[in-house]
């Protein structure tokens, strides 16, 4: 597979909490390539490695990523301007397998929420979305998401807004009647989702995050253990063959 970066315009940029902002990024040929749960790879002027940024939405001919500011690279980029433009490598990754007709649970955690808004759409009604916060300030894409699937939860940590609770306890009243999961967050929430999904007979997706150096499989800097046929494990490539595996697949 051949890799292009692309120059994007940075259309809009909105701040959705004190340290997460929102981009959208206009390129028509990148937006019309990409699927549900994939990635960008972003360059960071004055940095060599790019960061990797899954993509939130897409309407039209825009791209949207959703991004919170973690360290240096992140810092940059939260102060480019709307006319800036944004050089990205895209789409990577392999993305969620979804069917429209599959009665679909979304959940996201944290920073893990932002890919679900593009995925749980294309399972419209069929979509029910549990996304957990650490507090009600946290709480992103609320409207964009409910405006288009059937169901959304919020749980909080501490309990200020929405359930009490991580977002286990609401997919456990419901996991017995999804046909599919698919999750994106923090290693011990997926670690715990996989569980329930093995123990109820639900097939689950999950997105994983790893530190990234190339992005395109070059490097083995991503490497993630997953099992063989035989219970024995080797290494895949997040970057390359995940960021999305299935739950029953990853060594955890
Ligand atoms: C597939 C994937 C999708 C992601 N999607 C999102 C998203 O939608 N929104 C969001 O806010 N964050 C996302 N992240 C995490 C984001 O990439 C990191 O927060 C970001 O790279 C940190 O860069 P920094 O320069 O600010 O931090 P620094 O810690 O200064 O980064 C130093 C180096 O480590 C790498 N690095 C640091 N943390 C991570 C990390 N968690 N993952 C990968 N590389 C890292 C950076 O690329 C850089 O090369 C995603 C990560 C992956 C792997
Ligand atoms: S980041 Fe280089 S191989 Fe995945």
Sequence with gaps: MKYDAQNCVLISKDKLTKTIYDFRLQNKELAALTKPGQFVQVLVPGKTLRRPISVCDVNGDIIRLVFEVRGEGTEILSLMKPGDEINIIAPLGNGFELDKNKKTIFIGGGIGVPPMLYSAKQCGENATVINGFRNKDAVILSEDISSCVGNLIITTDDGSYGIHGFVTQPLLELIDSAEMICACGPTPM???????????????????????????????????????????????????????????????
């Excluded at 639900?202 to 499989?217: D, N, W, Y």
């Design 190 to 252: 997926l670690k715990n989702i996989s569980a329930m999904a093995k123990e109820h007979n639900v097939p689950c997706q999950v997105s994983l995050e790893q530190r990234m150096a190339c992005g395109i499989g070059a490097c083995l800097g991503c490497a993630v253990a997953v099992y063989r046929g035989d219970g024995s494990t080797f290494y895949k490539h997040v970057c390359k063959d995940g960021p999305v595996f299935n739950s029953e697949e990853v060594a955890w």
